[in-house]
């Protein structure tokens, strides 16, 4: 069974920093692009950050260039998000997603993406 299960996220002040990660099971990740998203209340879904199967592609929202790093271990089936400078309007539910089509690429859209995990929360508040 292909499951992507995420973690760390939390509450943090604004500038403060978050490792989110997500792990796979049932499959080996370095035979897929990994996408993170989120969705805050009220809102549409986001596309946050991409990494391609072994990493040499990589991309960012806009709204978070700079701040956020995406990184991958595929010996540890893991995919990493480093967000630092996390400011108020990061909090969301993030989730991150696997496709298999994608080669040497990444997308930020969650159409091509066929797994999802549950998602972990972020919260960034004083």
């Known amino acids: 069974q292909l499951q992507l299960v995420e973690s760390g996220g939390g509450l943090v002040q604004p500038g403060g920093s978050l490792r989110l990660s997500c792990v796979a099971s049932?499959?080996?990740?370095?035979?897929?692009?990994i996408g993170w998203f989120r969705q805050a209340p009220g809102k549409e879904r986001e596309g946050v950050s991409c990494?391609?199967?072994?990493?040499?592609?990589?991309d960012y929202a806009d709204s978070v260039k700079g701040r956020f790093t995406i990184s991958r271990d595929n010996a540890k089936n893991t995919v990493y998000l480093q967000m630092n400078s996390l400011k108020p309007e990061d909090t969301a539910i993030y989730y991150c997603?696997?496709?298999?089509?994608?080669?040497?690429?990444?997308?930020?859209?969650?159409?091509?993406?066929?797994?999802w995990g549950q998602g972990t929360q972020v919260t960034v508040s004083s």
């Open positions: 049932g499959f080996t990740l370095d035979d897929y692009a």
């Open positions: 997603a696997a496709d298999k089509a994608l080669f040497r690429q990444c997308v930020l859209s969650g159409k091509q993406y066929d797994y």
């Open positions: 990494i391609s199967k072994r990493g040499g592609r990589k």
